[in-house]
């Protein structure tokens, strides 16, 4: 019986030794990974799964030590989702994330103009999917295909701005969330019907400007030039022409001026296809609301600015050309470094 005491005394002291290491150690951070380790949490986990799949990966250094810290929080609600870990961390201060639902998103932000190519380009480099997948998505115009009947794509209806995507979700997930943006403030805007020509000559409109007022008065003008029957002659279809074609080399040249190409406004009349950028707000506002001008034409203001001079004629739009090609040649000569001038020897 003595014997049994003393078994009985020791074991308990031995079981308070080890729950005070466990307890001690659930405060210590712990990692054995490289670099980042990713968890995903699926709805319906059971807490013993969750604890050993962890300690698989190596965030915790056992599943005890996250059942422990989960039993000095048992209400604690957990939160299914993607978990990204980097450093180390206590059983505690893991579990502490998860409850508060600490969730691992890439954020992307789409800017205000940008096409369906520099969309890829910005997904693949957050490494949400590749660019080849997401153009893959993005030509296929079926998830607007309902609201607009003609669009050849989802150009246009890929609407710029900041989202939050899990790193597992699909480029056609990516399109969907960007196409739903689109429908809701296209309905703020007070959007009716096919948005497809309205969205089209929206994305000339924030191609050719950056300036906010102008957007309106640039959407002005084309108008005017379509009920007019005279040819766009927008620089941005040009390249989008060449994107579609993958001819696109950085710079205009005569033979991006000369290609026949449905989305060149420079050879076809009227507006493009589809769309050739995907425009903000202020864009498709000055779409469905343009400004009253009998100006017919536009060029860049030579002071950069961003601004354009407006013009009414051909004579007046030749004359701020003029002025817009002297002031690009005096600021190349302002910019140009100094030729070197050799000294004359002097003779004796």
């Not at 191609?207 to 030039?225: C, F, M, Q």
């Not at 009920?227 to 993958?246: E, F, H, R, S, W």
Request: aromatic fraction near 10%; charge should be positive.
């Amino acid at each position: 019986m003595r014997t049994l005491r003393r078994f009985g005394a020791f074991a308990l002291l031995f079981s308070l030794a080890a729950g005070g290491l466990l307890l001690w150690q659930i405060g210590l951070p712990y990692q054995r990974f490289q670099g980042e380790v990713f968890y995903e949490l699926k709805r319906g986990t059971s807490t013993v799964t969750m604890a050993r799949e962890l300690a698989a990966l190596g965030v915790v250094r056992s599943p005890w030590h996250f059942l422990g810290a989960r039993l000095l929080r048992p209400r604690a609600s957990l939160q299914a989702g993607d978990y990204r870990f980097t450093d180390a961390a206590s059983p505690r201060s893991v579990l502490d994330r998860i409850a508060r639902g600490d969730i691992y998103f890439i954020e992307l932000t789409i800017p205000e103009g940008s096409n369906l190519f520099e969309i890829a380009e910005l997904v693949e480099r957050q490494r949400l999917t590749s660019a080849a997948a997401f153009r893959r998505a993005a030509s296929d115009p079926k998830l607007i295909r309902d609201l607009s009947p003609s669009a050849p794509s989802l150009e246009g209806y890929l609407f710029p701005s900041t989202y939050q995507f899990s790193r597992r979700d699909s480029a056609t997930t990516l399109c969907r969330r960007m196409t739903e943006e689109f429908r809701k403030v296209w309905k703020e805007i007070g959007g009716d019907g096919d948005p497809h020509e309205a969205v089209t000559l929206a994305s000339l409109v924030e191609t050719e400007t950056a300036v906010a007022g102008e957007r309106p008065l640039v959407a002005g003008v084309y108008r005017n030039r379509l009920a007019a029957g005279m040819k766009l002659d927008c620089d941005p279809t040009v390249i989008y022409a060449a994107q579609l074609a993958n001819a696109w080399r950085g710079t205009i040249y005569r033979s991006d001026l000369d290609r026949d190409h449905p989305y060149n406004t420079y050879r076809r009349p009227g507006l493009p296809p589809g769309p050739i950028a995907n425009p903000g707000k202020a864009s498709l506002e000055a779409a469905l609301r343009p400004e009253s001008t009998r100006a017919v034409y536009f060029v860049a203001k030579p002071d950069a600015s961003g601004g354009h001079v407006f013009s009414e004629t051909l004579a007046a739009h030749e004359r701020a050309v003029a002025s817009y090609r002297r002031g690009k040649a005096n600021e190349r000569n302002a910019t140009a470094p100094p030729v070197a001038r050799r000294k004359p020897s002097r003779r004796r």
